[in-house]
T-cell receptor
Framework: DAKTTQPNSMESNEEEPVHLPCNHS???????IHWYRQLPSQGPEYVIH???SNVNNRMASLAIAEDRKSSTLILHRATLRDAAVYYC?????????????FGKGTHLIIQP | DGGITQSPKYLFRKEGQNVTLSCEQNLNHDAMYWYRQDPGQGLRLIYYSQIVNDFQKGDIAEGYSVSREKKESFPLTVTSAQKNPTAFYLCASNQYLSGNTIYFGEGSWLTVV
């Protein structure tokens, strides 16, 4: 069963903000929300993660809904290098592979 | 530099042959994983290992085998029993603690000829 739901694709213009949504209505209190992105023929790379509070790092921001059933990855100013597939996963805080299920992700297209 | 190294990057296999994909990490991570990715699809878990000398099947383990004799190494063998092995294979690792970041290798392309 898919633990997260993401749109198949999104399109944005260069230098504009991008908001990538993720629904995770069955999230448990111990699940961390992780985001990764993958360029063609490369392994996914870590973007950001959070538990309850919104998070910021040099790559992006993560906004987590108060009920934690959804989250949004925010790229503040998209560049062409941000074009990738973005995966939202629930990383079970107890470890193991139960929480390491990757769906198809969102294919982000950036228009120049 | 710390990281995960997969080899080879590209591999061609004849039908009926077994092949082994290498995965080495120097991050001192307890857990290691193998995923398969088909074009345009997400990642599917093949096998994972939480500690040395122990591993568990993932969602699509049939036709694959693994070993975990050393903490830093987790090779994947694609056997002749795997009927459609052509895919992109990804190795990953993380520290087996709460919500820890997963690190991926660069991947290996396997093609059956």
């Amino acid at each position: 069963d898919a633990k997260t739901t993401q749109p198949n694709s999104m399109e944005s213009n260069e230098e504009e903000p991008v908001h990538l949504p993720c629904n995770h209505s069955t999230i448990s209190g111990t699940d961390y929300i992780h985001w990764y992105r993958q360029l063609p023929s490369q392994g996914p790379e870590y973007v950001i993660h959070g538990l309850t509070s919104n998070v910021n790092n040099r790559m992006a921001s993560l906004a987590i809904a108060e009920d934690r059933k959804s989250s949004t990855l925010i790229l503040h100013r998209a560049t062409l290098r941000d074009a990738a597939v973005y995966y939202c996963i629930l990383n079970y805080s107890g470890g193991g592979a139960d929480g390491l299920t990757f769906g198809k992700g969102t294919h982000l297209i950036i228009q120049p | 530099d710390g990281g995960i190294t997969q080899s080879p990057k590209y591999l061609f296999r004849k039908e009926g042959q077994n092949v082994t994909l290498s995965c080495e990490q120097n991050l001192n991570h307890d857990a290691m994983y193998w995923y398969r990715q088909d074009p345009g699809q997400g990642l599917r878990l093949i096998y994972y290992s939480q500690i040395v000398n122990d591993f568990q099947k993932g969602d699509i383990a049939e036709g694959y085998s693994v070993s975990r004799e050393k903490k830093e190494s987790f090779p994947l063998t694609v056997t002749s029993a795997q009927k459609n092995p052509t895919a992109f294979y990804l190795c990953a690792s993380n520290q087996y603690l709460s919500g820890n970041t997963i690190y991926f290798g660069e991947g290996s392309w396997l093609t059956v000829v």
